[in-house]
């Protein structure tokens, strides 16, 4: 049946092979806490590049958009109507890319990457030792903080992925509609001048459209020299996409050989337009074909389902109708890995994913609560980094923020995981963590990385002003090997040490089969 996952089924996909070796499941080493010393990524890195960080007046003035798209109205829903209206005439009215001529293939998925720094670039590495094969990589999410300017495209995407030998597509996150999608209207779909609004015809003359229009913060001047010389960083042919492939639009449809595509634009604040609604309904019925939905915000995350957003509800009823063949939804946004296999009303399984750490700073899972949901419950979730791997990272930068490193807030990984059992009854993964019981000292620290597992009640901006840019670091992407009978989805670790960047763990791996019900 779709969405099944077939244990044990074969692939014919050519490509990169990894041996089955350690993960942050089985060993401290693996995890990268014992990392010999920063892979080779920091040799990538621009000359004289600044640090991001969210800490910055500058930083957060920059992203000022998303305060006043939920405090006085989004317009990112009538900005996309006329981004699309304007593409339709050029590229047709399905915005169905046809790649038809791809059998078997392989692809990569990487989420959330464009902070320009460290963690971006830890991902590179790994990342190209496992793109042998690979028919084109997908930018899932959030192309370039901290509000997709397109002059910053030089060093936060074609620096990076100079070397990934195939064409890259990618979706929009909220971070790249800070400018009005205008950086990544260019550089994805050529695109070089916004379309214009008429308020009237809209309806956006009340006073907070007003005041909203005074306040937003305008897309940059294009930079033709910027353009240049990131253009000229991806010029080999094998980077080059013929016309009738390109990109057409923020949201978009693939129809390969083995399944169709479909990826979706959930703007600034997860909403859709009725069009783009509208249009996900049509590619989603005209096709028989097994599906795969990418998409801005992930419609399973940190415990809960998508009936937290009356949008992504009515995306996922798209998702799960047996008659569209969804076998599942990868979405970025939040910064780390999660993998929900729910079972449907059916004898479907879907599998929701979260990957969105290519880069940005790391999202916690420690605070994730014990997975219990209507079609998957705990044991059948698989997170990375691990909770307890997430609770340690956090009380090193506590630790390294209070104390200047001297200890006294920081959990060892092990002891971590053990006060993960002690809040949610989960037995330790790794070995050497069963046999741990926690300090007193580890146990009062734990209480400062508030709230403790499983508790409610934690500042979502903790993960982005505790930023961190040494191993280990927690990212992660992943490759996907499509062929008629199933799709293989490996997410594969980017922790930033030199012994895993040829040789990146794999944290987790699913087989589903695309067998017809």
């Known amino acids: 049946m779709d969405g099944e996952i077939a244990a044990g089924a074969g692939s014919s996909i050519e490509g990169a092979e990894p041996r089955v070796g350690a993960s942050s499941r089985d060993s401290l080493a693996a995890a990268g806490w014992s990392c010999a010393r920063p892979g080779r990524y920091r040799e990538l890195l621009p000359p ?6 969210w800490l910055r007046p500058s930083v957060l003035l920059e992203s000022r958009n998303d305060l006043i798209a939920r405090g006085l ?3 990112t829903d009538e900005l996309r109507r006329r981004w699309v209206e304007n593409q339709r005439g050029k590229v047709g009215d399905d915005l169905i890319v046809n790649r038809s001529e791809l059998g078997p293939f392989s692809f990569l998925v990487v989420g959330d990457p464009g902070e320009g720094d460290d963690s971006q670039y830890a991902t590179v590495p790994p990342l190209l030792a496992r793109a042998d094969g690979t028919a084109f990589m997908v ?4 192309v370039v903080y901290p509000a997709g300017d397109g002059n910053q495209y030089v060093d936060k995407f074609y620096r990076p992925y100079k070397d990934y030998p195939a064409p890259i597509y990618a979706l929009p996150g909220n971070h790249d509609w800070y400018d009005g999608l205008t950086g990544f209207m260019l550089h994805f779909c050529e695109v070089e001048s916004p379309p214009p609004v008429d308020y009237e015809a809209s309806g956006a003359t009340g006073w907070r459209d007003t005041l909203r229009r005074i306040l937003w913060r305008p897309p940059a001047r294009p930079d033709p020299e ?23 639009g923020p949201y978009w449809a693939m129809d390969t050989g083995p399944l169709r595509i479909v990826s979706i634009d959930t703007g600034i604040t997860g909403s859709m337009d009725r069009d783009q609604l509208e249009w996900l309904r049509a590619v989603s019925a005209s096709s028989s074909k097994p599906k795969l939905l990418l998409t801005g915000r992930p419609l399973y995350v940190n415990g809960d389902g998508p009936v937290r957003s009356p949008h992504l509800s009515a995306v996922d009823r798209i998702v799960r109708a047996p008659e ?5 939804a990868i979405g970025g946004d939040v910064h780390n890995y999660q993998r929900y296999p729910v079972r449907t009303d059916g004898e479907r399984t879907i599998q929701y994913i979260v990957s969105g750490a290519g880069g940005a700073y790391m999202s916690a899972t420690h605070k994730i609560p014990l997975i ?20 340690s990272a956090y009380s090193k930068v ?3 923020l209070l104390t200047r490193g001297r200890g006294l807030f920081f959990i060892p990984p092990d002891e971590a995981a053990a006060i993960v059992r002690e809040h949610l009854g989960l037995e330790p993964r790794r070995d050497s963590a069963r046999r741990m019981a926690p300090s007193r000292r580890s146990s009062l620290a734990a209480r400062l990385v ?7 009640g934690y500042n979502p901006w903790l993960s982005e002003l505790l930023d961190w840019n040494d191993p280990p670091l927690f990212k992660s992407f992943l490759r996907l090997d499509a062929s008629t009978s199933e799709v293989r989805i490996r997410c594969f670790a980017a922790t930033g040490c030199a012994e895993h960047e040829d040789d990146p763990p794999v944290e987790d791996e699913v087989r589903i089969s695309l067998s017809s019900p």
């Open 48 to 53: 004289r590049a600044p640090r991001f960080s």
């Open 73 to 75: 109205g989004d317009p």
């Open 139 to 142: 930018v899932c999410s959030d």
């Open 226 to 248: 910027a353009l240049a010389r990131g253009l000229a960083m991806r010029a080999r042919p094998e980077h080059q996409l013929r016309p009738e492939h390109r990109q057409p």
């Open 324 to 328: 569209h063949r969804y076998v599942a």
């Open 372 to 391: 219990d949901l209507p079609g998957v419950k705990e044991e059948d979730f698989r997170c990375y980094p691990l909770r307890g791997d997430s609770l």
């Open 398 to 400: 506590y630790d390294r």
């Open 450 to 456: 508030a709230p403790l597992p499983g508790q409610r």
